[in-house]
Nanobody, 116 residues
Framework: VQLQASGGGLVQAGGSLRLSCAASGSILTINDMGWYRQAPGKERELVAS???????NYADSVKGRFTISRVNAKNTAWLQMDSLRPEDTAVYYCNVKRGSFNADFWGQGTLVTVSS
């Protein structure tokens, strides 16, 4: 599975960005799609995930501000990020889980910088 992520950039606090992640290659039985982030000096953390059936899960820090969605037929997921805060600054990584064992596949990171 290859993942192509896009949409990062620089935005002022309170602004919005939309990340996208498109999967290609061996895309059969992609299960969850999601986004993780890693800020400098911190561990990678789950931001949001969505199951094939549309069930979503969010980190407490982004609930009410971020929305994850996907279109299975396009093997694409989006992360709409609103009301961004400086603490959202991080490299964001697209992730998919595939197959019976939910093998992890990662996209290249995309940098999100929120200025105060």
């Amino acid at each position: 599975v290859q993942l192509q992520a896009s949409g990062g950039g620089l935005v002022q606090a309170g602004g919005s960005l939309r990340l996208s992640c498109a999967a290609s290659g061996s895309i059969l039985t992609i299960n969850d799609m999601g986004w993780y982030r890693q800020a400098p000096g911190k561990e990678r953390e789950l931001v949001a995930s969505i199951t094939r059936g549309g069930y979503t899960n969010y980190a407490d820090s982004v609930k009410g501000r971020f929305t994850i969605s996907r279109v299975n037929a396009k093997n694409t997921a989006w992360l709409q990020m609103d009301s961004l805060r400086p603490e959202d600054t991080a490299v964001y990584y697209c992730n998919v889980k595939r197959g019976s064992f939910n093998a992890d596949f990662w996209g290249q990171g995309t940098l999100v910088t929120v200025s105060s």
